[in-house]
């Protein structure tokens, strides 16, 4: 896993088998959560995407959860969020976390593979 500082927080790239995943790593301005966003690509034309497929995302975060998609519509990009408590933060319990929202990025990629 590699990090470097980003505008806000900091970008990880992590690699798992063939995927190398980038995740921006955040605190809250409370300092009360540690979010992590993945980029999941653009979507040029989100009237385009078929109700089908984004009632399949919503389908899946039950199966993710406390991970959860966003549209960006001001950026029309497609985003994997997650949020945890900023409490009795260990350094293993952030990988375990990092490595589970980076397992939830693969195992939806075929529900989000109409982004670019």
């Known amino acids: 896993m590699s990090q470097r ?17 980038n ?5 809250s301005s409370d300092k009360n959560k540690i979010g992590m966003n993945a980029n999941l690509g653009a979507v040029s034309d989100p009237d385009a995407i078929t109700a089908a497929q984004w009632r399949n995302l919503l389908i ?18 497609l985003y994997l969020h997650r949020a ?27 529900a989000w593979n109409f982004t670019k």
């Open 5 to 21: 500082a980003f505008t806000k927080g900091y970008l990880i790239a992590l690699k798992q088998d063939t995927w190398t995943i």
């Open 23 to 27: 995740i921006q790593v955040v605190m």
């Open 60 to 77: 899946i975060h039950g199966d993710i959860d406390p991970s959860s998609f966003y549209f960006a519509k001001d950026q029309k990009k």
């Open 84 to 110: 945890i408590d900023n409490r009795a933060v260990t350094s293993a319990l952030l990988r375990k976390d990092i490595e589970n929202f980076a397992g939830n990025v693969r195992s939806t990629a075929d």
